[in-house]
């Protein structure tokens, strides 16, 4: 999987810096799995992590990809529009992949488990350039929202820049949705 993320991530960052197009990278983190494998057993958890493979699966677009990236972590690469505010297409995102969780799931015969998540973003061109860039941003915002997961106001983080000395020609690139 993650040799397939490789791929996929380099194939999209460069057709976005082709047609100058943005793209995020997200990394979901499954919060509270390790008690479905303490309690049920690793075939259940894996059964819980199928299911939700398959779950986000039909939640994506299809220019989107999902990989499993180890554990209960999954990584997701996500076409976006150059017209649309960047946040905006997060939100509407995530709600759509939180379905994906907001059932229980049955990891045996009539018993069910419950997993939250929290997410982490990046953007190209905002946030990086390359995919090690953008994976190790999304992981950096994954890990400050999933620090505060008791006290957080939302699930998912972006990635913020606006710090940074590259703002202006951000804003050249995608104008004021940047």
């Known amino acids: 999987n993650r040799r397939?993320?490789?791929?996929?991530?380099e194939r999209s960052l460069s057709r976005a810096d082709r047609t100058k197009t943005p793209l995020a990278v997200a990394i979901i983190d499954l919060d509270d799995f390790k008690p479905v494998n303490d309690t049920f057993g690793?075939?259940?958890g894996d059964?819980?992590?199928?299911?939700?493979?398959h779950r986000f699966t039909g939640s994506l677009r299809g220019g989107d990809f999902l990989a499993r990236i180890g554990g209960d972590e999954f990584a997701l690469v996500l076409d976006l529009k150059p017209d649309l505010p960047l946040e905006d297409q997060i939100?509407?995102?995530a709600a759509r992949i939180h379905q994906a969780v907001e059932s229980p799931f049955e990891v045996e015969a009539g018993q069910h488990a419950t997993v939250a998540m929290s997410m982490g973003v990046a953007f190209f061109p905002r946030d990086g350039e390359s995919p090690d860039a953008l994976l190790r941003q999304a992981d950096q915002a994954l890990y400050q929202t999933k620090g505060r997961k008791r006290t957080r106001e939302r699930w998912w983080k972006t990635e913020q820049a606006s710090d940074s000395p590259r703002e202006a020609e951000?804003?050249?690139?995608?104008?004021?949705n940047a």
């Open 4 to 9: 397939a993320l490789d791929a996929s991530l």
């Open 42 to 44: 690793h075939a259940a």
């Open 47 to 53: 059964a819980l992590l199928r299911e939700i493979a």
């Open 91 to 93: 939100s509407s995102f």
């Open 170 to 176: 951000i804003d050249d690139l995608f104008g004021e």
